[in-house]
Every structure is written in C-alpha cells, then in structure tokens.
C-alpha cells in the first residue's frame, strides 16, 4: 500500500495513544482500528453508539478491535453550523473521556489549515500506527499490521455509489487498501448502493444493522438547540454544559442559557424544619450532579459522519 506522509499540522501535536491497545490479545484476531472522520458539531450519542455497534460486528467477524478515534474534520470544510475546531475537539474529547474507556479523539485533520480529504486521513493513521509504532505487538514479541478502517453512516456508502461525488483514486484507496464499517440508518438502503460499487471491494465493506433505530443527527440537534428545546438524554451532559457555557448553536447568543435537567439541591441539614428534609438530607447523602453524567452511545452517518 502507497501511503502518503502526512504533515504534521502543529509542532506541539501528539499521536494519542492513552488507550490504544499494545498488544494483540488473540493472535488469531487480525487487529483492527476504527476511524471516525465527521464534523461532530455537537457530537451525540449517536456517534458514540456507533463505536459500540461496530465492535460488536468486528468482534463476531474475526477483527480485535484495539482502538477506536474520532476525527473532527477542519474549519476549512466551511459546513453549515459548525462550530470552531477548538470547540468540537474539546467537546468530542469530553465525550470520549467520560462515557467510554476506550474511544479517543485525534485532532490532526481538525488542526489543519486545509481541508484534508478522507483518504488522507486514513494515511495518517496509517502512518502513525504501522509505520512509526510498527503495528501491535503479539505475546511473542513479533509485531503485526493493523487493520485501519473507516467507521461511517450509511449515507457514505450511497456517495460511493454516485459518480463524480468522490475522486476515484481516493475511492479505490479507502476502499481497496482501508475498508469501510457502515452502520446502516432507518430507512436507509446501503445494501442496494453497495451494489453500484465494483466488485472487487465487496469484502472490505462491512454493513452494522441496527438493532435498536436512532436517528439522532448533529443536524437536529442543532435545530433544537436554535429553538432553546431541550436536548438531555440525546448527548452527553459534559457536552451539554459545554454548550451552555459557551453560547454555542443558538441564533440569539445573548439569550440566557435554558434550564438544565439537573435535580434540584438537597434541603439545608438542621434549622427549624428539621422534618421537611429530602431522605437523603436526613442520611447525610448527597444529591449527584448531572455534570458528567454518562451513557453510553454513538453515531449518524453522512459523506462526513458529523453532519
């Protein structure tokens, strides 16, 4: 395979690789890494799930996934309600850190000046975990290739099917020497578009059913946000916080921020009422903020997984 050696976007950037696994587990398992490419403004559960979804499908399929990365694409990609690169990294690394323990995010194509194309965003994976780590070590101390893959929508695939959408050297590239894991959308029809790509490629595109349907997308989020709707229960709460805090994604900025879910404070301990405090007053409990909650989650799917 033909990688091109990508620029390094900030001297002070780093490779993350916090959780991503060293060693291969099964040696039978042929190593996999999952990436995400997308604009993730805000990132969902959705996005979150799709993480999940795919290791299930890769577990049963043979792959041991060994890491997982969430790539926000730059502010030169010019898309309608996106945020700054600063601030969807933020939220996506706030995401990432408290609902999963082994997702991470690579802000290499967000740092970018330019518009980095996704097969270039591959290579840069590629680079960083083949060629400069040298693969993943087995228990005997050999190294093997990883398997790098894109983790994507369904919409993706049906791009891959129209002409003139995606450049053909970029196309064979992903899907010849990559491969692509598409978790499939309510109503949408990837079976049908695969059928419109070559042959030759067939094997490396994976299709994720949905078990459970989620059609939760950045784009409605933002919708709802715009018309200060409540978006709990749809995205991580940190990423909520961060929103509020922030002013993000409402059309009126100087608007204040809308009422959270959060449970109400506990009651004083002691004074006169001393019988009207809540049960867990009366223990010495205390109430849990909603800041950081957790779920777990993941993903919606267009020709950039974000949208």
């Known amino acids: 395979m033909s990688v091109t050696a990508p620029s390094s976007p900030e001297p002070s950037y780093m490779f993350p690789v916090h959780r991503l696994r060293r060693t291969l587990s099964d040696p039978s398992k042929t190593p996999l890494c999952l990436v ?29 996934v060994i890491g997982g990365y969430l790539s926000p694409v730059g502010d030169a990609y010019k ?23 082994w997702i991470m995010v690579d802000p290499w194509e ?22 400069k780590m040298g693969g993943i070590q087995l228990e005997n101390g050999e190294m093997r290739h990883v398997r790098i893959a894109l983790l994507a929508g369904s919409d993706l695939i049906g791009t891959m099917a129209e002409p003139g959408v995606w450049g053909q050297a970029d196309l064979d590239h992903i899907l010849g020497d990559y491969g692509v894991f598409i978790i499939e959308r309510s109503g949408s029809k990837a079976d049908k578009a695969v059928e419109f790509i070559p042959q030759q490629y067939h094997q490396n595109i994976h299709i994720i059913r949905q078990l459970i349907a989620n059609d939760v997308s950045s784009t409605k989020i933002r919708d709802l946000l715009s018309q200060r709707m ?67 989650a993941q993903m919606n799917g267009s020709m950039i997984n974000g949208a």
């Not at 991580?236 to 009422?259: F, K, M, S, T, W």
Request: net charge neutral; charged share 20%; aromatic share 6%.
């Open 36 to 64: 995400a490419c997308g604009s993730f403004s805000p990132i969902t559960y959705m996005h979150l799930r799709m993480f999940e979804m795919a290791l299930d499908h890769a577990t049963a399929q043979g792959f041991e």
């Open 230 to 296: 409540s978006v709990h229960y749809l995205l991580p709460a940190c990423v909520i916080d961060y929103i509020q805090e922030h002013g993000l994604y409402r059309h009126d900025a100087n608007l204040p921020p809308r009422p959270t879910s959060a449970p109400p404070p506990a009651p004083a301990m002691g004074g006169s009422g001393g019988g009207s405090g809540s049960g867990a007053s009366k223990k010495g409990g205390k109430v849990p903020k909603s800041k950081g909650d957790a779920v777990d």
């Open 110 to 131: 967000a740092l970018k000046k330019d518009y980095t194309p996704t097969a270039a965003v591959l290579d840069h994976f590629e680079e960083e975990i083949n060629v």
């Open 79 to 101: 898309k309608r309600g996106l945020a700054s690169a600063t601030h969807r990294i933020r939220m996506c690394q706030m995401a990432a850190e408290q609902t999963s323990n």
